[in-house]
């Protein structure tokens, strides 16, 4: 399951653990009850029709996706009565996980508009806070002395955050942005996070 895993990874699926039979599968889903979970049908010693059933057992709503190079006719029936939330076959690319995902996963809201530039405000912060409080004042006092704004304006002008970054912290502002990007790794997909994302990682690719 290492491969898939990487699939998954490929995706930009946070894989939670990884399990290498069907007992460890059960054990992972009670201890952390991920938002899916991929179970292979051929494992050993438990496989995943033992994972399958004992995570029904604990939870009927769980999200089960089981991964299998062929579906036995003995195994049919008793897959329709333990219910997999889908069945995903083998060879497997990325445009099927990526279906699948796409019917099964629980989107991430979108906040409000006031929201999202709070966020983006509260986000700057916290990522300069790791620097120290200096670097705080410093990058909110330039941004309003250069360009009249704040924190909470720069998803708009992500330019103007990115210039002054670039400005007092040099090369070293791509942990600043590398920092920024994790935060709000759950939005980046969603406009206009997508933008302010892009526009300040610009200078990393160059």
Do not use: W
């Amino acid at each position: 399951m290492e491969v898939f895993a990487e699939y998954l990874e490929m995706c930009k699926v946070n894989v939670v653990a990884r399990g290498y039979d069907g007992k460890d599968a059960v054990e992972i889903y009670k201890k952390l009850k991920p938002d899916i979970i991929f179970l292979d049908l051929a494992m050993p010693v438990y496989d995943g029709i033992y994972a399958l059933s004992e995570i029904r057992a604990s939870d009927k709503d769980a999200k089960v996706v089981i991964v299998t190079a062929d579906l036995k006719k003995e195994l049919e029936e008793r897959m329709q009565e333990l219910k997999p939330t889908e069945v995903l076959i083998k060879p497997f690319d990325v445009e099927k996980i990526l279906a699948i995902l796409g019917k099964i996963a629980t989107p991430v809201p979108m906040p409000s508009d006031r929201t999202k530039n709070a966020l983006v405000s509260f986000t700057i912060e916290q990522a300069l806070l790791e620097i120290g409080q200096s670097a705080v004042d410093e990058v909110g006092s330039r941004l309003y002395e250069k360009h009249g704004c704040y924190f909470s304006d720069c998803l708009e002008h992500p330019e103007y955050l990115s210039e002054i970054l670039g400005e007092i912290f040099g090369s070293s502002h791509v942990a600043i942005v590398r920092s920024i990007g994790e935060r709000l790794a759950e939005f980046e997909d969603q406009q206009p996070f997508s933008h302010f994302l892009f526009t300040i990682g610009s200078k990393i690719a160059k």
